[in-house]
């Protein structure tokens, strides 16, 4: 999770939680009284019955605001509390980046009385529904394809789960990897991109080709013209999946 302290700095900026997804993961967590957020960042999407954030970045740390649930450092294999210790335990964008997952949802179990809510993606989908990663930067493909956990596997170690899919608006509030998938103009901007572990672990050297290629079509209207479809959409399914476990 050491990445986070070099790409967590952009995170205030690029990274506001979107209501629309938010509602959604508030939902899957239903009527629990307390819930805990393992991999919490700056704190998107914790709802208010949030009683502790768990997270390795101090950067990550530092960014959550005074009105935020209080939160440690500490990571999700080694959880700092006690058997059954809330109702509900949330991992939002997170497991992708743990060292050892099946030490990571064992704790979750451990630790969630009732429920368990993750949000993931399937990497399968992503690459085939995401136009900037198929036709533009396929090596980072490569990337998560290594990084990426199978919705299966998840599944297996949670044993079980609901799966539902997240719609990505288009205008996402949240930068995530398909946020901008309306507005690609968006991952021109280092910035952007620097909120994104996808790109910000590919380097700047193997984004460049294709990045150059999109702005030379965005300028030429290419990606337009091949993309018009989705211009006339409100928001799409590009694999992003919540994954809700009952105890």
């Known amino acids: 999770m050491a990445i986070y302290d070099t790409l967590g700095a952009t995170y205030g900026r690029t990274r506001q939680p979107d209501p629309r997804i938010a509602a ?77 997952l099946e030490a990571g949802i064992a704790e979750l179990r451990r630790v969630a009385r ?12 992503f690459r085939e529904r995401f136009w900037l990663v198929r036709e533009y930067l396929p090596h ?41 998938w309306r507005r690609p103009h968006a991952y021109l901007d280092p910035q952007v991109r620097a909120g994104i572990s996808m790109f910000a672990q590919a380097g700047e050297d193997v984004l460049a080709p294709g990045l150059a290629r999109l702005d030379e079509d965005l300028a030429t209207g290419r990606w337009h013209s091949r993309h018009a479809d989705l211009l006339t959409l409100d928001s799409v399914d590009v694999g992003y999946r919540l994954l809700v476990t009952d105890l």
């Open 114 to 125: 009732r429920r368990i809510v993750i949000l993931t993606w399937d990497q399968p989908v």
């Open 140 to 180: 980072t493909v490569a990337l998560d394809d290594v990084r990426a956990v199978p919705i299966d596997r998840l599944v297996a170690l949670l044993g079980g789960a609901r799966r539902e899919q997240v719609l990505v608006p288009h205008d996402c509030t949240d930068g995530f990897g398909a946020a901008y």
């Open 24 to 100: 959604q993961i508030h939902a899957a967590l239903g009527d629990a009284a307390d819930v805990v957020n393992v991999g919490a960042g700056t704190g998107s999407y914790e709802p208010p019955g949030t009683v502790l954030a768990i997270e390795p970045s101090h950067v990550m740390l530092a960014q959550r605001t005074p009105r935020s649930a209080p939160a440690v450092c500490a990571v999700a294999e080694r959880l700092p509390l006690h058997d059954d210790a809330a109702d509900a335990v949330l991992a939002v964008l997170t497991v992708h980046h743990w060292t050892d």
